[in-house]
């Protein structure tokens, strides 16, 4: 069974509660570094810090450094030179995966059936993205991008690749300047929302893969994903997200008696969804399923 349980009471009626009031500024610079001591240790609770990502969301200047802390790439407890020092192990270890998997490369070519159909996968799902910003500048770079997937797949085997994979890395290759960030924000990423129930887990490709593409920006897939990763104001909010936008056509279901692949392409073809009302929404389930317990 789906757990919804509330972190917190205090969050919980909080969550409610912002929808009701005009949203504060999102956390900037400024306030990102007044969480943190001369050490760079936290002065501020990580609850005081999930809370506010969930009422309020990130200013995107912040938002880089703070993932790291969300995913569990930086621990919470760390100091500023802990964090450099996390920094470059990582960057270590990429660089040795990299140089393991041009070793390991031919043998998975002429052994593997599933390493060469997962690849021609990977490829062909890069190469229909579109990577190009309004005026015609290169956003990113299709052939890092499909490094890292093949990566991730031979280094993961309890996440196979699935699709809409590639546009979950190429969002945060835009956010990051480094492969190596890339990539382990990538892996702790699916570690954070992969587990949980098989419910859950059935939900979450399409879950990613919708989302993505029915928001009106990137900004607006990088608030949810952040919501998401604070735990904030449930575990597994993501079902009651998946709940909010099938109200949305709820309506046509109903009239049409639709069955379960005419509801998810109707869900599919919801466009330009804005971030906030519908982690509001979700939210206002959260409170009344709480209210009624």
Known sequence: MTTLSPENSLSARQSASFILVKRKPPIDKTEWDSFFDENGHLAKSRDFICVNILERGLHPFVRTEAWKFLTGYFSWQSSQDERLTVDSMRRKNYKALCQMYEKIQPLLE??????????????????????????????????RLEKILLLSYVCNTQAEYQQGFHEMVMLFQLMVEHDHETF???????????????AVQSLFPWFCLCFQRAFKSFDDVWRLWEVLLTGKPCRNFQVLVAYSMLQMVREQVLQESMGGDDILLACNNLIDLDADELISAACVVYAELIQKD
């Open 110 to 143: 002429n052994l593997h059936r599933n390493f060469i159909e997962t690849r021609n996968n990977i490829t062909h799902d890069i190469q229909k993205l579109y990577d190009k910003d309004p005026l015609g500048n290169v956003l990113i770079d299709k052939k």
């Open 184 to 198: 382990w924000l990538f892996q702790f990423f699916l570690q954070k929302t992969g587990k949980g129930a098989g």
